[in-house]
């Protein structure tokens, strides 16, 4: 062959070559299930590492807010939190609601709803209290953010009615649990619910489809869960997992 045609021809073959998307072994890989990692507000005096594992192993999860007090004294949805939220949109997380003042819905009463705040008043709310409540947090969020939460909320504690849920859907809210093997037990007592244990409950437990929650920090344990979401996430990746964020369809 001509030196010039080996050159053309060398030159296609280059070319080409970038085109023809050989993917890596483990992008190939089928996913063995779908698991959806999720956050409360929380504390959120693990917040800023919490982040760091989720982008160090490419993960997305989906945060639910409320106005909580923080362990640095301020609220998690203050302005001081702004650079926070704004990150983790950019990062491409999903974010719902946890209502505003992180009260809990006791039980219904006709067409209102028992509403318990954290210090210890109860108030009776109508529907439309009820989407006040979801809808606080969003509007600040946007504030922070120039974005809207998706339309989803959580219960503080996993605690709903059915009023509570049916004013929640009509004013455009879906409401997202947990499974039970998702339940990661970072708000139990590290004394009786030790890290090695949680962890390797959630390893052997979890399967396709699962809703997974946690929290940013926690006050109620001394020995935090939080350092253990790195070796979590590595362990059920190796078990074939793949993770997504929660959206409304």
Same mark, same amino acid.
């Given at each position: /062959? ?41 504390? /959120? *005096? ?81 529907? *439309? ?98 350092? /253990? ?11 074939g997992f793949c993770f997504?964020?929660r959206r409304a369809p």
């Amino acid at each position: /062959m001509k030196p010039e045609l080996q050159h053309l021809l060398l030159a296609l073959l280059t070319s080409t070559l970038p085109a023809l998307a050989i993917p890596d072994a483990h992008a190939a890989a089928a996913c063995k299930g779908t698991l959806y990692l999720t956050f409360d507000t929380g504390n /959120m *005096r693990h917040a800023e590492s919490i982040a760091d594992t989720l982008a160090r192993h490419g993960v997305k999860a989906t945060f639910f807010l409320a106005q909580e007090e923080t362990s640095r004294g301020d609220h998690a949805l203050d302005a001081s939190w702004a650079s926070y939220w704004r990150a983790r949109v950019a990062e491409g997380h999903a974010f719902g609601s946890h209502t505003w003042r992180h009260g809990s819905f006791r039980s219904d009463s006709g067409q209102q709803v028992r509403y318990r705040l954290p210090d210890g008043h109860t108030e009776i709310l109508d529907a *439309r209290a009820v989407c006040e409540e979801l809808q606080r947090s969003d509007v600040r969020f946007q504030e922070l953010t120039g974005r809207r939460l998706d339309p989803l909320w959580r219960a503080p504690g996993g605690r709903t009615t059915p009023n509570t849920l049916a004013a929640a859907q009509a004013c455009g809210y879906q409401h997202v649990g947990w499974a039970p093997a998702g339940f990661l037990g970072d708000e139990l007592p590290s004394d009786t619910y030790p890290n090695p244990v949680l962890l390797q409950r959630a390893l052997d437990r979890l399967k396709d489809g699962d809703i997974v929650m946690a929290h940013l920090g926690i006050w109620s344990r001394k020995d935090p869960f939080a350092p /253990m979401l790195d070796p979590l996430i590595s362990g059920l990746k190796n078990k074939g997992f793949c993770f997504a964020t929660r959206r409304a369809p």
